[in-house]
């Protein structure tokens, strides 16, 4: 259902826009722009009226993270902590955060030869990164050492295993079955 004043105002809308393309002296579609850009005006002024605004979350708030220090690009990294986005950024940061991240995500290997394959990617890219020339933030991540990282990751596995054995219940032996001929009595 179309509300009476929205239509009024896309009337007055209309009727100005056509006003002003006869007396325009401008581009071609400049005063179709003129027409769009009054139509958006006053719609947003019905639903201020209607009261469409009222309530939102944050009214009356300070923006979070203003005013502790200039950052222009304070959007967009609200916007990638907010949607969980990853894998966006200069290199020099996205390395920080994976090298952060880097002992959890070796843990959930279980193969030696599959930790040393994440090592050696995580430390071609590293180089490739201080490498580069494109600017950006320095590249202050350093490469692992992959025989150290190894052995650690080999005492964190051992010690987990060991944390979970002793936490498991004792199991009763198993009754082996005897398999073979049955002797019928």
Known sequence: MTDPREAAARYRAQQQGEAEEETAVGPPGFAAAVDQAAFIETAIQIAIRRGDFDDLPGAGKPLEGLGTHHDPDWWIRRKIQQENLTGLGPPAILLRTEDRELNAHLDL????????????????????????????????????????????????????????????????????????IRRSA
């Open 109 to 180: 290997l279980g193969r030696e030869a599959d930790v040393r394959e994440v090592l050696e990617d995580f430390n071609r890219r590293v180089i490739e990164a201080r490498r580069q020339l494109q600017g950006g933030p320095p590249v202050v991540t350093a490469p692992r050492d992959i025989d150290a990282e190894v052995a650690a990751w080999a005492e964190r596995r051992a010690a987990r295993l060991d944390e979970r054995a002793a936490d498991a219940p004792p199991q009763p032996p198993r009754r082996r079955r005897r398999l073979g």
